[in-house]
């Protein structure tokens, strides 16, 4: 008789597990707390870094028998770097830096794709269920503290394909913003790497600086946003559980992109109860050097302002004209040099803080930080007449999928 699987979590890390095993003969239950895969989101855009690893990340999906046909994607290879002082250069590499793909419920966003992957290989998922943890073998239940926070309006606009990444800590206090357009929808995302009051005063002033610098024509459809949870346990594997995704502390401390990672993960788990590597040391050895350098390069920025941004924006632009591939920066930011890992010991130190979670791991978990002095500004006139607008669209029936309580 197959043994039977019970995975906490349909996302992607879960549905990744899921699909692998059902594969091969076993027979695997996926629960998820939300009526959907996908619910935790609502349409908003992220991208697939192709920068952690020298192999494509598709192509890395395909040798694990993944098929990245079944969501939609849009592979860059040029985006816009917009400078703290507003200027605008170009990154560009051959081939896809990242691919777009959509976060939700509707048939072509990833998490339906891992759900049709997970479904065709015959995995039962249970939905809006409440299912005790200890009775599972793999966790991939997704964040549960919140470390950071991204907050986004999505809307029309008859702007062409485009992605601008913005290094501003004004209006992404300690991280950055980012404008993604895809098909005449657009998304303009702040992230917030210091927790703030009103969260809302961040994204009008963000979007009123995108308005100003880029022809949108934006009709607003709705606003939507995100935790982020980051925490490096001391163990992967715990009271025989496997933990993965961002449940496991996999996360990109530096700048959020755990996708790449929740999937990685979510294959070597069923790999491990395949007896085919040993989940603990797969992770130790593929995935940690880089949570942990995202987390010294975290550390960094935390001490840095626009001043410091501006030099990092600067060198990447001479990087890539020495190099001629604008995407080396980004491999080289996420390599665990000598000079990296020798800070390990005081970014363990100085920016973590450890926690004995409800299910007994230890974490070092990244707490949110407290506001700067400089985050109280008074919002520009644009800033407040895209407040107003945004009123306006939620009085329409514009939905807010993410607010303050959710923090
Ligand atoms: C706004 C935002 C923008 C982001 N942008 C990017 C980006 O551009 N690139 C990138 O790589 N990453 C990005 N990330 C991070 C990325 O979304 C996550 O790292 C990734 O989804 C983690 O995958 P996962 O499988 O761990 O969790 P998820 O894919 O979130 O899946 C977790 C699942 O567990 C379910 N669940 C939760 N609690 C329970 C429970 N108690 N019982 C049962 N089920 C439960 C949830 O409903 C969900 O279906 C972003 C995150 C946010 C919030």
Not at 137 to 144: T, V
Not at 147 to 155: D, L, P, Q, V
Not at 352 to 357: C, G, H, P, Q, S
Request: glycine share 10%; with cysteine; net charge neutral.
């Amino acid at each position: 008789m197959s043994e039977r699987i019970d995975i906490l979590g349909a996302g992607l890390s879960g549905l990744a597990s899921a699909t692998i095993l059902a594969r091969e003969g076993k027979e695997v239950h996926v629960h998820d707390i939300r009526a959907d895969s996908g619910a935790r989101f609502d349409g908003d855009f992220q991208g697939i870094e192709n920068w952690t690893s020298e192999i494509d990340f598709f192509d890395e999906m395909r040798s694990w028998g993944l098929d990245p046909d079944e969501f939609k994607s849009n592979g860059f290879g040029i985006i816009d770097l917009i400078h703290p002082d507003d200027t605008i250069t170009q990154p560009i590499t051959d081939g896809y830096a990242f691919r777009v793909i959509e976060r939700g419920t509707d048939p072509h966003c990833i998490d339906q794709g891992f759900k049709r992957m997970a479904l065709a290989a015959g995995v039962n998922i249970h939905y809006n269920v409440k299912k005790d943890p200890n009775e599972c073998q793999i966790i991939a239940a997704g964040p549960k503290d919140s470390s950071a926070i991204a907050f986004g309006e999505i809307f029309h606009t008859d702007h062409p394909n485009h992605v601008a990444f913005q290094l501003n800590d004004k209006l992404a206090p300690g991280a950055y913003s980012y404008l993604i357009i895809i098909d005449g929808i657009g998304l303009i995302c702040t992230c917030l790497w210091r927790q703030q009051k009103k969260s809302g005063r961040y994204l009008n002033e963000t979007i009123a600086w995108y308005d100003e610098h880029y022809e949108l024509n934006r009709q607003p459809i709705k606003r939507v946003g995100g935790k982020g949870d980051f925490a490096i346990p001391n163990k992967y594997v715990h009271e025989g559980k496997i933990y993965v995704g961002e449940a496991g502390g996999l996360q990109d401390f530096m700048w959020g992109f755990g996708m790449r990672y929740a999937i990685t993960s979510g294959v070597y788990a069923a790999k491990s109860i395949l007896g085919k590597c040993d989940y603990e040391t797969e992770i130790r050895k593929q995935l940690l050097p880089l949570v942990k350098t995202s987390a010294i390069n975290r550390f960094l920025m935390n001490r840095l302002g626009d001043r410091a941004f501006k030099q990092i924006a600067n060198h990447w632009m001479r990087n890539q004209k020495k190099t001629g591939d604008g995407l080396t920066f980004m491999k080289w930011v996420y390599q665990p040099g000598i000079f990296r890992r020798a800070l390990w010991p005081i970014v363990k130190l100085g920016m973590l803080r450890k926690k004995t979670l409800t299910d007994g791991r230890t974490v070092h978990r990244m707490p949110f930080r407290k506001p700067l002095v400089r985050d109280v500004w008074e919002p520009s006139e644009g800033a407040n007449a895209i407040g107003e607008q945004w009123k306006n669209t939620r009085k329409r029936g514009g939905n807010l999928s993410f607010g303050e309580s959710d923090m």
